[in-house]
């Protein structure tokens, strides 16, 4: 298993508070960089800029991906472009979610 797919299986762990899905199938993760093999750039977005979670989650991300060994920074870029849609939810986010 490669760092980023160990880093996407941390990720997918997390589940936003008000939908039964993880941020990972829900399209909230944007992009996964490995600068090298102990630093992370990730840039994810919210389902929306108000959210309840807003403080929360990201750190919540960051400290899930600082559980995977060997990683020592991981740098968290919150984005709003492009917004967040429903389109941007994985197959298996959409059927959970009747859509």
């Known amino acids: 298993m490669t ?3 160990q880093i996407i ?5 997390i589940y936003d508070p008000e939908l039964p899905v ?3 199938e ?5 992009d996964i960089q490995i ?5 992370v750039i990730i840039k994810m977005t919210l389902t929306t ?3 309840p979670v807003a403080e929360s989650l990201p750190k ?3 400290e899930s991906v600082m559980q995977v060994d060997g990683i020592e920074d991981v740098e968290l870029e919150l984005v709003w ?3 967040w849609s429903k389109d941007m939810m994985s197959e298996a986010a959409k059927l959970e979610m009747n859509l």
Do not use: A, H, Q, R
């Open 60 to 62: 919540e991300v960051k």
């Open 81 to 83: 472009d492009p917004p």
């Open 26 to 30: 829900l399209g909230l993760i944007y």
């Open 22 to 24: 993880n941020i990972y």
């Open 3 to 5: 760092k980023k797919d």
């Open 49 to 51: 800029p108000n959210c």
């Open 9 to 13: 299986e941390e990720i997918k762990k």
């Open 35 to 39: 600068k090298d093999e102990k630093s």
